[in-house]
């Protein structure tokens, strides 16, 4: 109980892993310095979208051992984007095909699907609040 799925759609040029505010609404919205420090981010007709913060979650994805703690930053974007520079710095390689793809742990050699949809990648994944990350914005 607790979790809420969603669906990320991995982006090659998105600078962080990020999701619209009212995803994922159970789960706290935290202040950070970027958001009040005023960060925005670029999009592609060159407007910027200012960081609101953050959520922290628990993440399991299809195929998942062990849930992860995964941080999102929060702005005012359509969907969930993943950020495949983020997850390359998680450890984690990359892979696109036709007919689909795969996030691959370099460590553990864990597989997380990606799906092919309407010419995107996308992943499944559920989340819940991390209690463990301290108090909401």
Known sequence: SGWAE???TVDSGAYDTVMPPEMAPGIS???TPESRGGMEY???NGEGLPNLG???CI???E???TPKRVVFQIADVHKALLSVSRVADLGYECTL???GGKLTDVVTGDVIPLHRRNNLYVMRAWVRQDQGFGRPA
Request: charged share 40%; proline share 0%.
């Open 29 to 31: 919205l935290m202040s």
């Open 54 to 56: 953050e959520k922290r």
């Open 6 to 8: 969603i669906e990320e």
């Open 63 to 65: 195929n998942s051992q």
């Open 42 to 44: 670029e999009v592609d």
């Open 59 to 61: 993440m399991m994805t």
């Open 97 to 99: 095909g036709k007919l």
